[in-house]
């Protein structure tokens, strides 16, 4: 027999969410279903996945969990966070409460401006220490990999010093990180009135300093790509301002993403299409035309359904129509200050299920597999299939559809991060 440093054993289900691509369509329903099912793990890795009878008689381990009465599915997988900000924004909370709209508190000088201040005036370590508290929120929550973007910084010096914060979590942290340039987020207090101006910024001075930090990193060498975002929105930059930045970013070797129709379309998707942008994410107001382009196309859809919920809003991307049109979708929490302060995957699949009508099966490959492609990550996480990191969770039920089931608890029992047991 075989030894492996770790063996799961004899789940009511092994659910594996296994796919060569990201799905879509009829294949959202399919989470690769094992009953009574194991899996052996070895140097972090993967090795076997398959029945308990046929693995029990090929493996033995150094450390074996019988997972008798709970589900084991992949890690979750989170492509779109804003975990990195000083300060918090509460007090906005109760304005929102008393009938702030979030384009009124904006234009107030609150919202991401607020937050921009704060990320400012804190020190690498203060903000690295905040969003690893954070992390070992989402982490407990079933969370193992997390895209984390920048843009609470809107100046060079301050982007920069969010990337690092960035590549001191990847490094420190069990979490694996993926980092996105987000330098067009909104416009800063110092160029107010000026976004052309503030664009030039950001394509002639930040983002080649960007480039160049990236370029001397730890992510480019372990082939973690580097990401770059616009928030697409009459509020901060128009569709031809998003080109010229994602098209800068894409020349330079960067990968693009997009905010794009949380409030407004006009034409954001579209464009994001053409260009080949790995995602759009929020589209809470995408027409058909939109649903119909992202369709036809390999760019993720990303919807942030946590977002709606914390606004209070009575509106939610058109997740059900986008994967029957056959898009490819993938959930995210967008945790931030402002927005959406929410670390949990699981809340996020049970908003899902109930407002925009995904079934679990589908919530369940949207926030693993295909999260994981929507940041790069699907060769080597958010399934489980051997050959591929040992990142798991064991459930505290028997059936995975009890992760948006129930809601506002957290369904995991024990997390497994490379093939360790890191939160029980």
């Given at each position: 027999?075989?030894?492996v440093?770790l063996?799961?054993?004899n789940?009511d289900?092994?659910?594996?969410c296994?796919?060569?691509t990201?799905?879509?369509?009829p294949?959202m329903?399919?989470?690769?279903?094992?009953?009574?099912g194991?899996v052996?793990?070895?140097d972090a890795?993967i090795?076997?996945?398959?029945?308990?009878?046929?693995l029990g008689?090929?493996f033995?381990?150094?450390?074996?969990?019988?997972?008798?009465g709970?589900?084991v599915?992949?890690?979750?997988?989170?492509?779109?966070t804003?975990?990195?900000?000083g300060?918090?924004?509460?007090a906005e909370?109760?304005?929102?409460?008393?009938g702030a709209?979030y384009?009124e508190?904006?234009e107030?000088?609150g919202?991401?401006?607020?937050?921009?201040?704060?990320?400012?005036e804190a020190?690498v370590?203060d903000l690295?220490?905040?969003a690893?508290?954070?992390?070992?929120?989402?982490?407990?929550?079933?969370t193992?990999?997390v895209e984390?973007?920048t843009?609470?910084?809107?100046?060079?010096?301050?982007e920069?010093?969010m990337?690092d914060?960035?590549?001191?979590l990847?490094?420190t942290h069990l979490?694996d990180?993926v980092?996105?340039?987000?330098?067009?987020?909104?416009?800063?207090?110092?160029?107010?009135?000026?976004?052309?101006?503030?664009t030039?910024?950001v394509?002639e001075?930040?983002?080649?300093e960007v480039?160049?930090?990236?370029?001397t990193?730890?992510?480019i060498?372990?082939?973690t790509?580097?990401?770059?975002d616009v928030?697409?929105e009459?509020?901060a930059f128009?569709v031809?301002?998003?080109?010229?930045?994602?098209q800068?970013g894409m020349?330079?070797?960067?990968?693009?993403?997009i905010?794009?129709?949380?409030?407004?379309?006009?034409?954001?998707?579209?464009?994001?299409v053409?260009?080949?942008?790995?995602?759009?994410?929020?589209l809470?107001?995408?027409?058909?035309?939109?649903?119909?382009?992202?369709a036809q196309?390999d760019t993720?859809?990303?919807?942030?359904?946590a977002?709606?919920?914390?606004?209070g809003?009575d509106?939610?991307?058109d997740?059900?129509a986008?994967i029957?049109?056959g898009?490819?979708?993938?959930l995210?929490?967008d945790?931030?200050?402002?927005s959406?302060?929410c670390?949990?995957m699981p809340?996020?699949?049970?908003?899902a299920c109930r407002?925009?009508k995904?079934l679990?099966?589908?919530?369940?490959n949207?926030?693993?597999?295909n999260?994981?492609?929507?940041i790069?990550q699907g060769?080597?996480?958010?399934s489980i299939?051997?050959?591929k990191?040992?990142?798991?969770?064991i459930l505290k039920?028997?059936d995975?559809?009890?992760i948006p089931?129930f809601?506002?608890?957290?369904p995991?029992?024990?997390?497994?991060?490379?093939?360790?047991?890191?939160?029980?």
């Amino acid at each position: 027999m075989e030894t492996v440093d770790l063996f799961l054993s004899n789940a009511d289900q092994v659910v594996t969410c296994a796919s060569p691509t990201a799905k879509r369509g009829p294949a959202m329903q399919s989470v690769g279903f094992i009953p009574h099912g194991a899996v052996a793990v070895q140097d972090a890795c993967i090795v076997a996945v398959g029945p308990t009878a046929d693995l029990g008689e090929r493996f033995t381990a150094r450390h074996t969990i019988d997972c008798t009465g709970h589900a084991v599915c992949p890690g979750f997988v989170d492509p779109h966070t804003h975990v990195v900000y000083g300060g918090d924004r509460a007090a906005e909370f109760e304005l929102r409460i008393k009938g702030a709209s979030y384009l009124e508190i904006m234009e107030a000088g609150g919202g991401i401006v607020n937050t921009v201040r704060h990320t400012r005036e804190a020190s690498v370590d203060d903000l690295a220490a905040l969003a690893s508290r954070r992390l070992d929120d989402m982490l407990a929550l079933g969370t193992t990999t997390v895209e984390i973007k920048t843009g609470y910084g809107l100046d060079t010096a301050s982007e920069l010093k969010m990337l690092d914060v960035i590549a001191q979590l990847d490094t420190t942290h069990l979490c694996d990180i993926v980092p996105t340039f987000l330098g067009a987020h909104t416009v800063p207090p110092e160029y107010r009135g000026d976004i052309e101006g503030y664009t030039r910024l950001v394509i002639e001075e930040t983002l080649p300093e960007v480039v160049n930090w990236y370029r001397t990193s730890h992510f480019i060498a372990q082939g973690t790509p580097l990401y770059i975002d616009v928030f697409c929105e009459d509020h901060a930059f128009n569709v031809d301002q998003t080109r010229r930045v994602l098209q800068a970013g894409m020349g330079a070797g960067l990968q693009a993403k997009i905010h794009v129709d949380q409030f407004n379309d006009f034409g954001g998707v579209a464009m994001a299409v053409e260009l080949g942008a790995t995602s759009a994410d929020h589209l809470d107001v995408t027409g058909e035309e939109g649903i119909k382009k992202l369709a036809q196309s390999d760019t993720m859809a990303i919807p942030l359904p946590a977002v709606n919920f914390n606004l209070g809003v009575d509106y939610f991307a058109d997740a059900r129509a986008l994967i029957d049109a056959g898009a490819l979708v993938a959930l995210a929490t967008d945790i931030n200050p402002g927005s959406a302060p929410c670390p949990s995957m699981p809340l996020v699949m049970a908003i899902a299920c109930r407002f925009q009508k995904l079934l679990p099966s589908e919530a369940l490959n949207a926030a693993t597999i295909n999260a994981a492609y929507a940041i790069g990550q699907g060769e080597v996480t958010g399934s489980i299939e051997v050959g591929k990191r040992a990142d798991l969770l064991i459930l505290k039920e028997r059936d995975y559809r009890h992760i948006p089931y129930f809601f506002g608890g957290n369904p995991v029992k024990t997390v497994i991060k490379r093939g360790k047991v890191v939160a029980l």
